[in-house]
């Protein structure tokens, strides 16, 4: 179990400084920006595509980090008025849809989506980036949310200390 923690927490390194490098990049773009519009008088034609982009980006990978802290949005009000059977018979559910819609629609949709992207060579506009690069955060993000899913599951049935 140490070497499966040893690796859940390498992962969570490498998501979350990709998490902070994107909110670095999305803060320095709106700056960049705001700078070009009011003090050059003339407004960068890129950096609202970029933001849009990162956006993206930070909001599905930061679900993910979410997830792995336990710290995604809940109402746990009536879970917690619930016997203890009862409370693990819904958590081990929430989890299964969770990890269900993760898989199937996130990870295997977002890789189909992104490989029709790619064939189809659809870009921005501002950026000429092509869009299945930019979908890519959906299976990645997906992969995650599956990932710590299923470790959510695991430490409710009693998988970890």
Known sequence: ?????????????????????????LVLDVLWQVFTRFVLKDPSTWTEELARFMLIWVSLLGSAVALGRGAHLGIDYFVGKMPEKTRLRTEIFVFLCIAL????????GGIELVRSNLALGQASP???????????AIPISGFFL????????????GGAD
Not at 19 to 24: F, K, P, Q, S
Not at 146 to 157: D, K, N, Q, S
């Open 146 to 157: 599956t990932l710590y899913t299923v470790i959510g599951l695991a430490e409710r049935l």
């Open 101 to 108: 819609f993760s898989l199937l629609v996130m990870f295997v």
């Open 126 to 136: 501002a950026l000429g980036w092509k869009m299945g690069y930019v979908y890519l």
């Open 1 to 25: 179990m140490n070497l499966f923690r040893a690796i859940k927490s390498v992962l969570d390194r490498i998501l979350e400084g990709l998490v902070m490098i994107v909110v670095a990049v």
